[in-house]
């Protein structure tokens, strides 16, 4: 498998619910991101890791926890969500951690937060 | 921080129409890229050009760095470039791209 990929594509959970999602890289970038898109509104980035080191925080709730375990890899953990953070979560890599390097995306995860 | 606005926010065309959209942003850049996102969400990524121009198929990406200005075109357009367009834009430090509103592309039969 090539390219940037997402598990689950689909997510509904419940407010007191603990899921994760999976972001996997294949293409030996040493950069992966988290970013947020909600309805109507611009791409917001989350989280920024650069050879497994997180080098950005966008001031992001502690609702939302990331974990680079390897540079291929990205999670995001998700404990006591609100019906707002319902959206779109896309991950990127990129060969290096800044731009402008091209940033390659995944498909999403729609999460939906009753 | 980098402003950026996209321009124009909806457009409809017919097949075979020649597309234009804009973006300008408010603080210089090393380089401008332009993403095409598809109704399920999944994000592609179009040009990258810190000046001039490139040229991809039927797409066209121009940037003016003195007016701080880009602009994508699309020739001979078809319903499958039905898409939203995303202007992005580095800030002026860290690892951060800011992006536009995007452009809602749909192009009838």
């Known amino acids: 498998e090539t390219g940037v990929t997402q598990t689950p594509r689909h997510l509904v959970m419940g407010m007191t619910n603990k899921k994760s999602l999976k972001c996997e890289q294949h293409?030996?970038?040493?950069?992966m991101y988290w970013y947020k898109q909600s309805a109507k509104k611009p791409l917001e980035l989350m989280f920024v890791y650069s050879l497994e080191e997180r080098v950005e925080n966008n001031s992001v709730p502690s609702r939302f926890s990331p974990e680079c375990p390897n540079s291929s890899h990205l999670f995001l953990h998700l404990h006591t969500l609100q019906p707002e953070d319902s959206a779109l979560y896309l991950c990127?890599?990129?060969?290096?951690?800044?731009?402008?390097?091209?940033?390659?995306f995944g498909p999403g995860t729609r999460l939906t937060v009753l | 921080k980098n402003e950026v606005e996209q321009s124009p926010q909806n457009l409809t065309a017919q097949e075979g129409e020649f597309i234009t959209i804009n973006c300008s942003y408010s603080?210089?850049?090393?380089?401008l890229h332009w993403l095409q996102q598809h109704p399920g969400g999944g994000i592609v990524s179009l040009f990258m050009?810190?000046?001039g121009k490139k040229k991809h198929g039927r797409l066209i990406a121009t940037i003016n760095i003195q007016e701080k200005h880009s602009s994508l075109h699309i020739t001979a357009s078809h319903p499958r470039d039905s898409a939203v367009y995303i202007c992005?834009?580095?800030?002026?430090?860290?690892?951060?791209?800011?992006f536009g509103e995007g452009t809602q592309l749909t192009v009838n039969p």
């Open positions: 603080v210089g850049i090393s380089a």
């Open positions: 992005a834009v580095p800030e002026t430090s860290g690892s951060r791209l800011t």
């Open positions: 990127a890599s990129s060969l290096a951690g800044g731009p402008p390097d091209t940033q390659y």
């Open positions: 293409l030996g970038h040493n950069a």
């Open positions: 050009l810190s000046s």
